[in-house]
């Protein structure tokens, strides 16, 4: 729901020559059983059920939303032995050919509490619903019973970049977002009218998706989607987004671990325009939640970015922070990148931060923005920046803006940006973005 109408939010840009002239223009073969992939049922008579339940799976049934036609999705399993006496399995069943098993060794022997994980694939060819059962089988008698639903959907207009989002692993008590992009790849517009995730107490949530919301052919939309997982294990999960009275689903998927998560705010850090021969800072930290989290070192792969404030090893407890400078100083003109990677004895070992920026030469410009308050009750506003129309914004403060007027510096010649502001209420919650305003540099 937005708070706020982005058209309370319309602005002047004014472009300022020099010091004072300031001008306002807006994604089988048969069985064997020592392949690491098993497709298609197992021939042969119907196994009897064992009825001691001696192997037990998380999660206890497997559900794929909204799989396009054509495509295939995976979804992970473990399978844990939890009677009293050695396990072996020796054969699998599955009841429908469009399920496959994949990573799974056979024989697979399993000692009581000793657990094996592999995962299950679902690929449609033809739209509708489809019910099976993965059935784990040892000398004729089924050990444990997985059940599968699958549901296929027509070949979608609207493609998820990346088609599934893997946010292993995770410690416990700690979050890790990624981000995900809808891509219009249609000819007509499309409204993005729901995204829901199944089962909704899976730990994972979605932020920074305003629904509904119409996307042009061609445009696209991102957001983040954020693993907080409260136990340890495999979790999965569905994302699925409905557009044009059909529905995609985007996997997700996250191990959690007993260690501590590491993580770096923000995770991107754009310098925009630097001048050749000059040098600019911006602040960021590692952020610690879990467990205590004891920081090695730190590189970058870029002799035009540098990082300063820390000494290694450092160790951080969890819920606290520690800030360093982040530093590009191009030494030529055109776009820079690089990465920050710190390691860790966190769950997922190596954290990074991307950077970006671009190196000028010659003349730079000012662009002074300014915009009508929002007729809401708000604490600040954001300010973004493309280079593109309609989509690839960038925030460019650090904080919020409780102005209602922003200046862009150090911008090259013979460029054109694209802005859009954004605003705040007091609870952190973000409007959607106002007009855009064109600005072209001479």
Known sequence: MHLFSPSTLRFIACLMFGAGLIL???????????????????????????????????????????????QTSYLPVSVTNTGTSQLTVRRLDLGNPRFGVQRLMLPLRLNPGQSAKFRVSFGPQSQGSIDAQLALISNGNRIGNLPLHGAAAAPPVLNP???????????????????????????????????????????????????????????SVTFDVSFSPKSSGAHSASLSVLAAGRRLSIPLQGTAGDGGTLTISPRTLNFGNVGVGTSKNQPAALVVTGSQVTVTAATVNSSEFALSGLSFPLTIKPGHSVPFVATFAPQSGGAASADFSFRSNAADRTATEALSGTGTVGSTYSVKLSWQASTSKVAGYNIYRSNKSGNGYQRLNNTLDRLTTFSDKDLPADSTFYYVTTAVDSAGKESGYSNQVVVKLP
């Open 24 to 70: 306002c223009p807006r994604f089988s073969p048969a069985q064997s059983v020592r392949s690491d992939s098993f497709d298609a049922a197992t021939p042969g008579a119907a196994p009897k059920t064992k009825k001691s339940g001696t192997l037990s799976f998380q999660p206890r049934s497997l559900w794929f939303h909204g799989i396009p036609v054509g």
């Open 161 to 219: 970049v990346p088609a599934r989002l893997d946010f292993s692993p995770v410690g416990i008590g700690g979050t890790r977002t990624l981000s995900e992009k809808l891509i219009n790849r249609g000819k007509t517009s499309v409204t993005v009218r729901e995204a829901n995730l199944s089962p909704a107490a899976s730990g994972f949530t979605i932020s920074k998706l305003h629904l509904p919301i119409t996307l042009p052919a061609g445009y």
